[in-house]
């Protein structure tokens, strides 16, 4: 398998980079490129960057660190662009404007952190540049030529000519040309510009000084005939009319000019080519006469040249007597008779399906990402803009807090922090107009709390259809709490063999779903239950929907076939890491809209031919997609610094079988216990405890055995789930256990899931090792995970590089662990931290966790006191319903 570099981004605003297994072939340049290019990340990162704008851009480097590339190569063609750059030296002024820097956000590749890339990421990207650049030359003996030579021959500073080409009012010649030149700079720090014949005789026909001052000219002649002529015939030297033709010959060699350092000064409208004639498409002026994806839109077809409309006829004749330049109402457009003629036959066909009776909203909606596919023409033709009422729709789609507000009934027991009230709104607008959405908010901000939320108010609606959620089978239990504790007005059921009871009655009762509010199955089972298939469903939901990411895999085949009214998929994993899943979640979220698997495969295959591409598929799925992250401004306010969950995992039937004999055999020992020997009661409960937490852990830290195979526990399963996410967002994790002996066993099984080294802390740990290891885990390089003793690493320690705790196992003494908790949530910590307990579901965990929350028979004094010794207190019979397994 061949490895590429891929680069990604960190909620920080940092960006790191590193090697990914690919089945792409790379030559040998590929490879020798991106050897050096990492060896310059681990040496200098700013140095790194701005080294990738000197590599040679024909080779061929992955989206995502190309992306990068293409900023520093900006970077350096506008610093080399800049007159009198030898003089200015580290004093240049670099300056990427706004405009230009959302222009190139809007072009990002998908890739990991893609989310985290915004203005002010831009612009420290950029700086980080420009002082490297100002650092290196401040210390460099030679100059700058020789610098960016040594990294890049072919490059040409600017040199002291200039080309202006400009309107002229003379009919029968309206442009003319004037090369000039630049004299030393004055106090002001800025430089004359002087017609090109004073240099005849300031230096002389035949001087050095001159041949020097045309240096650049002559590179350029090498290329250009027309400057070649101007040369011969001393034109060079002098202001000269020319015709619409001649100007147009000289505009169209602009970019070979520039090449070689002559700065050129030309008009406007043809640096931004908004006078060239194209067609305007702008659908959903007013609104339809129903919502849904079918609605039928209205729309209007323009041509135009710059912000002027030409009529059908005007832009024939301009085909029939003008090729390059045509002057018409006022202004110069650009006349490309092959452009013009595909453009006309676009016009035509756009007309046709207009008295067809117009597009209907997915139709609109999916041109704009593909209209190549509809229409056969290229974006620089071709611009589609969304009317005023289809406007005002994607706007409210786009930002959440426009969303009219709904009430939530009184049964529904949560308080809604202000972010996810407004994802209540969104869900509910998007309800209205019939689309699907995707909830993809950062984990710990409460997808599943906002979906309860959701499913509340439209039964409060009254509408009574029974809605379907598909999800992993490990997160039945944490669904469960969920439903129970914040929405006991759902009514829902199981489809699960380990939760079904009266399967026989649902076979029988033809009108068994209508019961419910809510059906709840898993992705296995979607495929295996003939009745969830055979009727139509309200909503079907998908829970950790990047289980249907490949879509030739028969789970998602499966779960695409069902039938529903309309589809919600949740996930806490970027879903614009990959093009391919990217298809899959909005082929079932919005079937249609992306095209096929064949037709979204062309697109994405001439992604890297066209610059705007990605910013067309973002502007038509962005609006679906609702994705607050913890480090938006409008959500760290209603966010608490340090985010609790429950996790619950379900046991695996190992682990069922292995809890229930050991149940057995402690009764049989308890009962066998008198009253006089207290203290080896205690010890043996002690020992027992500590026997379930091991078995909860995993039934081979219990047997003592080898292997911890990851479908052997509860745990295991959840713990990949939640890291994986953790991993596509290249953030970092503390895992805390009691257990020495399972430290290794987690280690090694984490590090199959992040594909990258680890580290363990333990008691046996040597102080002077326990400071390595803080520092390797806390420096720049990805170090994803430490999994720490909780006593070892509950005290003492600084790691606030990481964003995530989970406790794997409880020490049931709310002290120890908000101690260890605060590892990584203390002074440094410039993120959210989301802190995930561990509870095997229907265990002693899950009993005493509720024993600890309601404080029954139970004081913070007696439970903080030491350790597990109070639930020795307890008769045999409570000790014996607490150890009790439920199911």
């Given amino acids: 398998m061949n490895k590429e570099l891929i680069a990604f981004c960190l909620p920080d605003k940092s960006v790191e980079i590193e090697w990914q297994e690919t089945e792409s072939p790379i030559n040998k340049p590929q490879e020798l490129l991106q050897n050096e290019i990492y ?25 995502s660190l190309d992306i990068f590339r293409q900023l520093s190569a900006r970077y350096i063609k506008k610093l080399t662009q800049i007159p009198g750059l030898e003089l200015l030296r580290e004093n240049v002024e670099v300056i990427l ?54 990294f890049k021959q072919d490059i040409h500073l600017a040199g002291r000519i200039y080309f202006h080409l400009v309107e002229s009012k003379k009919e029968d010649l309206p442009f003319a040309f004037l090369a000039t030149y630049s004299t030393s700079l004055n106090e002001q720090g800025k430089a004359k510009h002087i017609p090109l014949k004073h240099a005849l005789t300031e230096y002389g026909k035949n001087s050095k000084k001159l041949l020097e001052l045309l240096s650049t000219v002559h590179l350029v002649a090498k290329e250009s005939g027309i400057i070649t002529r101007l040369i011969e015939n001393g034109e060079i030297f002098y202001p000269i009319g020319l015709s619409s033709k001649d100007a147009y010959d ?27 004639p194209k067609l305007n498409i702008s659908i959903g002026k007013s609104s339809p006469s129903f919502l849904g994806e079918n609605s039928i839109l209205d729309f209007e077809i323009t041509l135009l040249a ?93 930002n959440p807090n426009r969303a009219e507000s709904v009430e939530l009934p009184k049964d529904f027991l949560a308080e809604l922090r202000p972010y996810q009230k407004e994802g209540v709104n969104w869900l509910c607008f998007l309800h209205s107009l019939r689309f699907g959405a995707c909830i993809a908010d950062d984990m710990g901000l409460g997808k599943t709390i906002q979906l309860l939320a959701f499913l509340n108010v439209i039964k409060s609606n009254k509408e009574k259809q029974t809605n379907l959620l598909i999800i992993p089978a490990s997160l039945i239990s944490n669904w469960i709490n969920e439903i129970q504790k914040f929405s006991p007005g759902i009514k829902y059921y199981i489809a699960h063999p380990s939760f079904e009871k009266n399967s026989g009655e649902r076979g029988k009762d033809e009108n068994f779903i209508q019961k419910f509010d809510l059906i709840i199955t898993t992705y296995s089972l979607s495929q295996k239950y003939d009745w969830l298939k055979s009727r139509e469903w ?53 079937p249609g809209l992306l095209g096929s698997i064949k037709e979204f495969s062309d697109f994405s295959k001439n992604l890297k031919n066209d610059s705007k591409g990605y910013a067309r598929l973002k502007k038509i799925t962005s609006p679906y997609i609702l994705r607050r992250l913890k480090t938006d ?54 020992a027992s405890i500590m026997k379930f937490k091991q078995l909860c852990n995993h039934p081979d830290q219990y047997l003592g055995a080898n292997g911890y195979e990851e479908l052997d526990s509860g745990k295991f399963v959840r713990l990949r789930e939640i890291c994986e996410t953790i991993y596509e967002k290249r953030e970092k994790v503390l895992i805390f256990t009691q257990f020495k002996e399972i430290t290794e066993p987690i280690k090694e099984y984490l590090e199959k899931i992040f594909k990258h080294k680890g580290l363990v802390l333990t008691g046996s740990t040597n102080v002077k090792k326990r400071s390595e290891i803080v520092a390797k885990f806390q420096s720049h390089e990805y170090i994803p995970f430490l999994v720490l003793s909780l006593k070892a690493g509950g005290v003492g320690l600084n790691l606030t590089s990481a964003n995530h705790v989970i406790h794997f196992d409880r020490w049931w003494n709310p002290a120890v662990e908000n101690q260890a908790t605060d590892r990584a949530f203390r002074i440094g910590q410039k993120k959210n931290v989301i802190v995930h307990k561990f509870i095997a579901k229907g265990t002693l965990e899950e009993k005493i966790d509720a024993m600890l929350q309601k404080k029954i028979e139970l004081s913070n004094e007696i439970i903080q006191s030491s350790n597990e010794s109070w639930i020795t207190e307890m008769d045999n019979d409570r000790l014996m319903d607490i150890f009790t397994l439920s199911l």
Wanted: net charge negative.
């Fill in 39 to 63: 060896k310059q990340y681990k040496e200098d990162f700013d140095f790194f960057l701005l080294f990738l704008g000197f590599s040679d851009e024909s080779i061929e480097l992955s989206e």
């Fill in 97 to 150: 404007t706004q405009d230009e820097a959302l222009d190139f956000i809007s072009c990002i590749p998908f890739m990991i952190g893609a989310e985290y890339i915004d203005l002010s990421f831009i612009e420290s990207m950029w700086e980080k540049l420009d002082r490297t650049f100002k650092k290196k030359i401040k210390s460099y003996i030679g100059s700058i030529d020789e610098f960016i030579k040594h």
């Fill in 250 to 276: 000289i505009l169209k060699e602009v970019p070979i000019y520039e090449k070689y350092g002559i700065l050129c000064r030309i008009p406007n409208w043809w640096k931004n080519k908004t006078n060239s």
């Fill in 306 to 398: 710059g912000e002027s409309e030409l009529s059908e006829d005007e832009a024939r004749k301009l085909l029939n007597e003008s090729e390059g330049l045509a002057f018409i109402k006022g202004r110069w457009i650009e006349v490309d008779s092959e452009k013009l003629t595909k453009t006309l036959e676009v016009y035509e066909k756009a007309m046709e399906l207009m008295k067809q009776g117009g597009l209907t909203l997915k139709e609109a909606i999916s041109l704009q990402l593909n209209f190549g596919k509809t229409f056969s023409i290229t974006d620089d033709l071709l611009t589609i803009s969304n009317g005023e009422w289809l406007k005002t729709v994607v706007e409210k789609l786009r």
């Fill in 538 to 590: 309200n909503y079907i939901i998908l829970d950790e929907a990047q289980s249907i990411k490949n879509p030739g895999a028969k789970q998602t085949k499966a779960v695409k076939s069902f039938k529903a009214n309309n589809r919600i998929i949740m996930t806490g994993t970027p879903i614009e890491n990959s093009l391919n899943d990217f298809w899959s979640l909005f082929d079932f979220l919005n």
């Fill in 633 to 686: 401004k409008s959500v760290i306010s209603d966010l608490p610094d340090k985010v609790e969950m429950k996790t619950y995992a379900n046991l695996s039937k190992k682990q069922i079988v292995l809890y229930q004999q050991f149940v057995e055999e402690l009764k049989t020992r308890l009962e066998d216990e008198t009253e006089t020997e207290d203290i080896k009661r205690k010890g043996v409960i002690l």
